[in-house]
């Protein structure tokens, strides 16, 4: 009996959140203010790292910048000043855990602590598999997805004592598709996508509904890690029109950030394609971009 009275509810349920996500398309969400609050930006010095941090420093969010290129992250953070924002810099190697714990103590000394993480530092190296030095597949992980591990559980004692906080995980449309020649990258987003996916589950787990949770995940970005990108079904984004699109997921606690925003479409239709369907479609979409193959660099 008590089955199908869940059974039940699930159903009212599921018909309730399509109506609610509905309504929401015509009405504009309501938007947090972050104001005040200690924002850790990850990969500051460049790219969405750089912009992501001017979009908090214009709603007055105190900074904690961290990138391994010293030059790169004091030229963010003062350009973050001149919009009015507290900032503090700090150079950190986040494939480095023992570097990472350090820091962390680091700002919570001289700053407090941290109630928004934007986990945006990535490492990529463009070659097909045989060309990819060992070290450079460990790099990737301990970047792209370690480094997530071990900052997030330095800051979350604090935010789950408070129930209050927020941590993002810069992903890429790659945790939920592939592409050949970036083989460990692919496979270090889609343990990104999982991480968010599982600490979200665990959050609500805990009953601590009060730390929110958001996964950045954009198409091709001009960061200039992949030389030459092209596609023709999708935009090459610019990374300020990204950190806009994540300051605007953050603001309203949005879990999962496509961009462009119809990539969820794509992602949805794909899962119920047989595999002749898609592999047309990745030769319609004609994805290039510089890579080393049979140790060699061209375009692919």
Known sequence: MNII??????????????????VKVFIPQRRKSVAGEIVLI???????????AYEFAKRKSRLVLWDINKHGVEETAAECRKLGAITHVFVVDCSNRGEIYDSVNQVKKEVGDVTIVVNNAGAIYPADLLSTKDEEITKTFEVNIL????????????????????????????GHGVI????????SKFAAVGFHRALTSEFEALGKTGIKTSCLCPVFVN??????????LFPVLETNEVARSLIDGILTNKK???VPSYLSIFLTLERFLPERALAAINHVQDIQFEAVVGHKTKMK
């Open 180 to 187: 050949p020649y970036i083989i460990p990258y692919c496979s």
């Open 147 to 174: 480094g997530h591990f071990w900052i997030t559980k330095a800051l979350l004692p604090a935010m789950m004592q408070r129930n209050h906080g927020h941590i993002v995980t810069v992903a890429s449309i790659c």
């Open 256 to 258: 999962m950030i496509f």
């Open 42 to 52: 990850t990969g500051a010095g460049h790219g969405i790292g750089r912009h992501t």
């Open 223 to 232: 960061t200039g890690f992949t030389k030459n990108p092209s596609t023709r």
């Open 5 to 22: 009275l869940d059974l039940l509810l699930l159903l009212i349920i599921i018909i309730y959140s399509y109506l609610e996500s509905l």
